[in-house]
């Protein structure tokens, strides 16, 4: 077997570039994947998130090995081990070609430009494929072919592209043999031992299920329902996504069906737009790779002297500020490993306007928890909250996480759920437990004044404009 899949952000049979080319070669498949653990946890990576990756990279041997592909899991700690341990393996097994999926983090660009110098010598070929947004990375540019810095004309030009390109998804490759014995990876690595009950099932099938499902059942509601974290309103997808279990070809496709079969076509258009967030995340991540080395969009931002962390962000962090509906967003993380985009919005605005607290500490801690961590939408979410980002909020618009709590939690029901020493306060109290009355016995008091802070954090920031 002469043409060899490294499988890495993309970890699914169907509409996989990389695969299908190898196929298509008749000389033979095999595919890996790279263990490193140490690389995991040098980058925050969290427990909930390693258990995700490996139960789908043996669901994917599986897969493969049906169709007669055997899957090596090659063990090495960081990503310059993997360039050795890859080198050696091409090696060993007289490998023609390596196929691969780009990813666009500064690490990895650097890991698979090192590999390629590496190859190039041994005679082996490296075929790289731009498979991670549905308009290949770079495609969407300014009439003058710059990137785009702002959301929304750079989505008018992704569905403009997309009118003008039908982009299709790829079938799953035919048999390359007789089916085999997988490979299964059954160690979890240490400092990942300990995760949250899984969010979403395993597996591919599973994942097209749960996608078919929302389409058919809330899609046609999200415009109305996805602010509000006490409803199902959202497709919960983004651990699959963020792994690549599915691809974004197959979400926008499957919805624009879903759509010409009739239903409130608002909803539909309004999810195709969270995918078109993604494809602009992950074209910043490429353009600007100063995101990747924790280096604010608006450079000018870096010079905001931010608080010390202190006992404030341990209060965040383990969802004790004394503002439920933080604090019912920072549980709901630390116990499931997922988080409602509105809370993710609130919480991190929360600790970097109100708190005044580096973006930085709070990417690098939601990281360490998420299940659908990834660094091109998490940093983007962090930054566009601490207006420190491309289309960031502006730094005068900052949320009041008590308004937000009564718009989108009305009856406080999410908060109920998360904050359980509130659950007898009335619809009203719930938001904002200390007016008029005593703390129900344990709930903190607010560890900040919101009014204070935020004009605080106003004036800092026009200060640098000053
Ligand atoms: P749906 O509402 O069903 O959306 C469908 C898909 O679109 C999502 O699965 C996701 O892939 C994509 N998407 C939706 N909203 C966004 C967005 N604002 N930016 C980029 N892509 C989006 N998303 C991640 O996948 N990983 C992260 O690490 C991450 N960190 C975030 C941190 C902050 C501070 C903020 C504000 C947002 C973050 N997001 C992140 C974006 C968003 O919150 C999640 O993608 C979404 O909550 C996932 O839930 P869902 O699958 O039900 O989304």
Redesign the pocket.
Known sequence: MKELVWFRNDLRVADNPALTAACKQNNGVQACFVVTPRQWQEHDWSPARVQFVIAHANALAEDLAALGIPLTLIQAQTFDDSVEKLEQFCREQGIVRLHFNEEYGINERRRDKRLKQRLDELGVNVCKYRDQTVAPVGAVLTQQEEPYSVFTPFSRRWKAWIEENQPVVLPRPASQGAAIKPEKLTDIPDAFREAPTPLVETGETAAHQQLET?LEESAGR?KED?DFPAIDG?????PY??NGVLSGRQ?LLAAREAQGGGGNQEGYVT?IS??A??DF?INILYHYPRISMHRAFKPETEALKWNEPGDAFEAWKTGNTGIPVVDAAMRQLNKTGW???RL??IA?MFLTKNLFIDWRLGEAY??SK?V???LA??N???Q??ASTGTDAAPYFRVFNPTTQSERFDPKGLFIRQWVPELAKLDNKRIHDPGKGGVIPGGYPRPIVDLKESRKEAIAKFQALKD
């Open positions: 929302f999200y996805r959202t497709s919960q997808l983004s996504l963020a979400c999810w969270e995918i967030w993604r995340y988080m409602h985009n993710r919005m991190a939601f990281m998420l659908d961590g990834f939408s998490n983007g979410g962090w566009w909250s």
